[in-house]
Antibody
């Protein structure tokens, strides 16, 4: 059974760093892209970027390029989304999702809520 | 970047009736279009891919159509569990983008 299990909710302060995770199981981790999607409160879905764990090829939306870093560790079947300095506008739910190249997201993680306060 | 535009933003329909949701792409995306359903507090769920193919386990009352730049999701005979937010997404090439979503609510 394919599963993507994300790390738990986070409460952080402005300017702090953060790294959230997405652990995959039930399939060959290195054969699929893992994408990250932001959902701000009451809003739609925003594609942030994706990574191919086999060679760590990462692609970013222009809106998120330079704002976050997407990485993966294939030894533990886990993808990561990282911030160096959080802003209040980073408060959102972050989902990871699996997809094949040129295909839609077929499995999703449960989401990681991130709250950033001053 | 391809811009995906969904309409309407909110759709009110009686249970048992049909709902028609639209999604427009700013450029030709062939049939590389997916629809997702999202209920409160849950992750999105893949409903339709390749514009018209139902994902595993999706009831036959859900159907998708269109190609190029105009796409439609139709839900026949709405059930209570169908009232949710629906998102379209293109996956033609990077960057992947979503529409802003359509909220389907009970009338």
């Amino acid at each position: 059974e394919v599963q993507l299990v994300q790390s738990g909710a986070e409460v952080k302060r402005l300017g702090e760093s953060l790294k959230i995770s997405c652990k995959a199981s039930g399939y060959k981790f290195t054969s699929y892209w893992i994408g990250w999607v932001r959902q701000m409160p009451g809003k739609g879905l925003e594609w942030m970027g994706a990574i191919y764990p086999d060679d760590s090829d990462a692609r970013y939306s222009s809106s998120f390029q330079g704002q976050v870093t997407i990485s993966a560790d294939k030894s533990v079947n886990t993808a990561y989304l990282q911030w160096i300095s959080l802003k209040a506008s980073d408060s959102a739910i972050y989902f990871c999702a699996r997809h094949d190249f040129g295909e839609p997201f077929d499995f999703w993680g449960q989401g990681t809520p991130v709250a950033v306060s001053s | 970047e391809i811009v995906m535009t969904q309409s309407p933003a909110t759709l009110s329909v009686f249970p048992g009736e049909r709902a028609t949701l639209s999604c427009r792409a700013s450029q030709d995306i062939d049939s590389n279009l997916a629809w997702y359903q999202q209920k409160p507090g849950q992750a999105p769920r893949l409903l339709i891919y390749a514009a018209s193919t139902r994902a595993t386990g999706v009831p036959a009352r859900f159907s998708g159509s269109g190609s190029g730049t105009e796409f439609t999701l139709t839900i026949r005979s709405l059930q209570s569990e169908d009232f949710a937010v629906y998102h379209c997404q293109h996956y033609n090439y990077w960057p992947l983008t979503f529409g802003q979503g359509t909220r389907l609510e009970i009338k």
